[in-house]
């Protein structure tokens, strides 16, 4: 079922394993919640030690690269980060198959659990190497996809009419020529275009009937399992004016598209990127908004988010069933969809400052999530109504709402120091030490003590307290909800304490004043930007590359922090459209 229908509106062959070949190269601690990772399901490897891809990728000729403009080549004299090459994560492969072959092929694609590397799947995809068994997956399933997709011909046919059952082996090459240049993004060479095709003639012989499907099913899979297509390629050239590398037309079509709409660029796209349609800032804008008003622009970021904010594996967030029966993965979805009901309506419906996510006096909820929350209930079963927060919840934006309080939370009990982490470092963009391996992660003994009162001893031990001071108050905010965010107002039979105070961020009294804390400080509004070229490009943000996100920052500021001028802004920037050499 669609977001938007949730919501009730209140105010509107073989010679294929060769190609994989390439791809075999290469290319913190909570006291209060140690019983619960940040994972979301996955893995995150983050102190597991990464291995550069490498490799050689071919069609990295000159297409029209971005050429210096009016703006020019590197104005706010940063350092791009480095070039090079990153696999496509699971979501983009799926993205990319049902662009390219259809619903039923998507459907069928199997592609490999993505490894999350600070805390993001496209980061993972950037550093970390494939082990032989994930080749073997990538096999498995372009096998799936080429057998959906030879079974439901019309997508494949709307792009290249002479495919039938009784196609010429002819066809063959304008498979490799067309779908070829949809999946490795970029113009095949000779060469490639009869590699494929000729895989695709042996795949008909081999079949017993002669069949020209046969054969197209082994085209598809050698086209699905070649590293064209498993790798994004940002390789640039050289530019003499900056000093660094622009990207080439292709290779900029290719990071916009995928950073806008979730998928490989389409073939129209890649003929205006050909044409040097992508040169300059102003076209690179012009195409960017219209990307971002293509309803695709919508799903990507719902992508974005849902893995930013820790969205997609509420249904599986660890509780005791004892302690919180209410808690189900249907309510965890209930309270994915609240989350991005609240930025659909910021970000798509109003276009407003972004800000709000966390300072808003309103949310969306359905009947048992009211009930939950201990609200009145907008009477509508499973469909979502907007409805104000009452004023004795003290509750504001995205901080308040289940997905957050239950996520940064452990199976057992509230986790202040796992929320006040989240926020420094996925908010705020403060990196956090990890703890010294000498301290005690066990805290004090001590029945009669409310939670606040245990950590607030365990910051008196050695070496705690310079990490703890950082998180556990802006944690403390958020003690009047429980683990999975129902109203709680004791904790061990006393009254719960929520004001708190950090130097360099502010005070507060409870969790609404920390929301419009958090609203103000000019750090949110860099750290999306930080978090987006982490979550979208699987770029990893440095000190000589700081310049142009704080640049990048004043953009969004002046636009009233509003994220589709923001997105449109960040695909015509340098930071964007410039890389330092390959790493």
């Not at 050689?56 to 009016?70: I, N, R």
């Not at 030879?150 to 490799?176: F, G, H, K, M, T």
């Not at 990307?291 to 970021?301: F, H, I």
């Amino acid at each position: 079922m669609k977001l938007r229908s949730r919501i009730l509106s209140t105010s509107r062959p073989l010679a294929a394993l060769g190609l994989l070949a390439l791809l075999a190269a290469g290319c913190n601690e909570d006291p209060a919640g140690s019983d619960d990772t940040d994972t979301e399901g996955g893995t995150d490897s983050s102190e597991t030690m990464p291995t550069d891809p490498s490799g050689t990728m071919s069609g990295t000729g000159t297409d029209g690269g971005t050429d210096s403009d009016t703006d020019g080549p590197n104005p706010e004299g940063f350092v791009p980060l480095p070039g090079g090459m990153r696999k496509l994560t699971s979501r983009e492969y799926t993205a990319s198959v049902e662009v390219m072959l259809g619903d039923a092929a998507a459907d069928a694609a199997i592609p490999p659990a993505d490894i999350a590397q600070e805390g993001f799947d496209a980061v993972g995809a950037s550093i970390l190497a494939l082990s032989a068994d994930t080749i073997e997956l990538y096999e498995r399933s372009a096998t799936a996809v080429a057998d959906a997709a030879v079974e439901n011909p019309a997508d494949i046919q709307a792009l290249v009419p002479c495919v039938s059952a009784n196609a010429n082996p002819a066809c063959y090459r304008e498979v490799a020529t067309t779908l070829g240049r949809f999946a490795f993004r970029r113009t095949l060479e000779a060469e490639e275009i009869e590699s494929i095709a000729a895989i695709g003639a042996a795949g008909q012989q081999w079949a017993d009937d002669g069949a020209f499907m046969t054969g197209l099913r082994y085209e598809l899979m050698a086209i699905l399992q070649a590293p064209s297509f498993l790798y994004i390629q940002e390789v640039g050239e050289a530019d003499d004016e900056s000093g660094y590398r622009h990207l080439t037309g292709v290779e900029l079509a290719t990071r916009m598209s995928f950073f806008l709409t979730g998928h490989t660029p389409t073939l129209e796209l890649l003929d205006a990127a050909e044409a040097g349609e992508l040169n300059t800032a102003e076209q690179v804008r012009a195409q960017a908004e219209q990307m971002v008003a293509n309803p695709e622009a919508r799903t990507a970021l719902d992508g974005f988010f849902a893995e930013a904010l820790r969205l997609r594996s509420l249904a599986d967030a660890p509780k005791n069933a004892e302690v919180f029966p209410e808690f189900s993965p249907e309510l965890g979805e209930m309270m994915k969809d609240e989350t991005l009901l609240l930025l659909y309506d910021v970000v798509w419906d109003r276009d407003a400052d972004f800000r709000e996510i966390f300072s808003a006096r309103h949310t969306y909820v359905n009947d048992a999530l009211a009930d939950l929350y201990g609200i009145p209930s907008p009477g509508t079963g499973d469909l979502f109504a907007r409805v104000d927060w009452p004023e004795d919840q003290l509750r504001a934006g995205y901080t308040s709402q289940g997905s957050f309080l239950t996520w940064q939370s452990g199976p057992l009990r509230n986790s202040p120091t796992k929320r006040g982490r989240y926020i420094q470092e996925r908010i705020l963009c403060t990196e956090i030490p990890p703890p010294d391996p000498s301290v005690d992660l066990e805290l004090p003994e001590g029945e009669d003590l409310t939670l606040k009162e245990l950590l607030e001893m365990h910051l008196d031990q050695p070496g705690c307290a310079t990490c703890h001071s950082l998180t556990d108050p802006l944690g403390f905010a958020f003690e009047r909800y429980s683990a999975i965010g129902a109203m709680r107002l004791f904790d061990n039979g006393k009254p719960v304490e929520t004001d708190g105070e950090i130097i360099g961020v502010g005070s507060w009294n409870d969790a609404r004043e920390l929301g419009d804390v958090l609203a103000a400080d000019p750090r949110t509004g860099d750290c999306l930007i930080e978090n987006l070229m982490r979550g979208s490009l699987g770029q990893s943000l440095t000190d000589d590359s700081a310049p142009g996100v704080e640049d990048l920052g004043l953009t969004f500021a002046d636009t009233g922090y509003s994220v589709q001028s923001l997105l449109v802004e960040m695909a015509a920037h340098p930071l964007f459209r410039l890389v330092d050499e390959p790493k």
